[in-house]
């Protein structure tokens, strides 16, 4: 599959919507909206990152249908990558390639990451792409409705 990152598009909302609102994937990814289904608070936190001179959010093409998003976001000592591909896609190689596009697309560095600690899948990607455990973390997980443990990941340098 090809892989390549372009800006949002208003016509991919719908789409990011429905895939950040599957509740087998919220699970997943454990520290998501404290209301993934509710399209109104969607719009306005995609309204809101969109307009920030901040956040680098790009849509995920693979063979140009439009499979997720991966972005940077947060303070300059504390730039943290996220990542979301739609459920159907998983297993399937597009997050790693499509966080491997947004860093070479982004040159600060240090990058900071999260994942729940049992998303073996995203933990995965980022040791894939470069990032190492710096610790642990206990959260409160909105899609899970419990404290959950994250592992805390940590990138230097250029892949």
Not at 115 to 125: H, L
């Given at each position: 599959m090809h892989v390549v990152l372009r800006e949002v598009r208003d016509g991919d909302l719908p789409l990011l919507f429905a895939?950040?609102?599957?509740?087998?994937?919220?699970?997943?990814?454990?520290?998501?909206?404290?209301?993934?289904?509710?399209?109104?608070?969607?719009?306005?936190?995609?309204?809101?990152?969109?307009?920030?001179?901040?956040?680098?959010?790009?849509?995920?093409?693979?063979?140009?249908?439009?499979?997720?998003?991966?972005?940077?976001?947060?303070?300059?000592?504390?730039r943290e990558v996220t990542y979301w591909i739609d459920r159907a896609h998983w297993g399937r190689g597009l997050a790693t390639a499509a966080l491997r596009a947004l860093l070479e697309s982004v040159p600060e560095r240090p990058l900071l990451a999260r994942a729940a600690a049992d998303n073996a899948g995203s933990v995965r990607v980022l040791q894939k792409c470069g990032f190492t455990v710096t610790g642990r973390d206990r959260g409160y997980a909105e899609a899970r409705g419990e404290e959950t443990d994250e592992l805390l990941f940590r990138l230097d340098a250029r892949p």
């Amino acid at each position: 599959m090809h892989v390549v990152l372009r800006e949002v598009r208003d016509g991919d909302l719908p789409l990011l919507f429905a895939f950040m609102s599957d509740p087998a994937a919220t699970r997943m990814a454990a520290f998501t909206s404290a209301e993934p289904a509710n399209r109104a608070m969607f719009d306005a936190h995609w309204q809101r990152i969109r307009a920030s001179d901040t956040v680098v959010i790009r849509t995920v093409l693979a063979d140009g249908v439009v499979v997720g998003t991966a972005g940077v976001y947060g303070p300059p000592a504390e730039r943290e990558v996220t990542y979301w591909i739609d459920r159907a896609h998983w297993g399937r190689g597009l997050a790693t390639a499509a966080l491997r596009a947004l860093l070479e697309s982004v040159p600060e560095r240090p990058l900071l990451a999260r994942a729940a600690a049992d998303n073996a899948g995203s933990v995965r990607v980022l040791q894939k792409c470069g990032f190492t455990v710096t610790g642990r973390d206990r959260g409160y997980a909105e899609a899970r409705g419990e404290e959950t443990d994250e592992l805390l990941f940590r990138l230097d340098a250029r892949p």
